[in-house]
């Protein structure tokens, strides 16, 4: 954000900075992050299996540590987060961490 001055106003006005080209970057950034969503979910169905209740799960050092994965994801964390909040999977806890939460099962609600 930046203050702006306006010469014919007595107060000054804040206006972002992000020309118009960055603002349409972010629409472009939001297909990219349902794009990366589809893809942890046909990976978690490649590397996982079914669980007791029917539903595909992986483990997260499994995710972290495949050569595919690694190579297909620029922030797996961040994916997983994005993938958590549009309940397309869960996991306990916030954030996983490499070696931390290596056995945390990722667990893929939508088939």
């Excluded at 990366?36 to 995710?63: H, P």
């Excluded at 954030?95 to 088939?111: C, F, K, M, P, T």
């Amino acid at each position: 954000m930046v203050l702006v001055s306006h010469p014919s106003r007595s107060s000054n006005v804040l206006r972002s900075a992000a020309p118009a080209t960055e603002r349409k970057r972010s629409a472009s950034e939001k297909m990219n992050v349902e794009h990366e969503v589809t893809l942890l979910m046909d990976e978690i169905r490649r590397l996982g299996s079914k669980n007791a209740d029917g539903k595909t799960s992986v483990k997260f050092g499994v995710l972290f540590n495949d050569d595919k994965c690694a190579n297909l994801f620029e922030a797996l964390v961040g994916t997983l987060k994005a993938a958590k909040r549009k309940k397309v999977i869960t996991f306990d806890g916030e954030l996983l961490l490499q070696g931390v939460h290596d056995n945390v099962d990722v667990i893929l609600l939508q088939e």
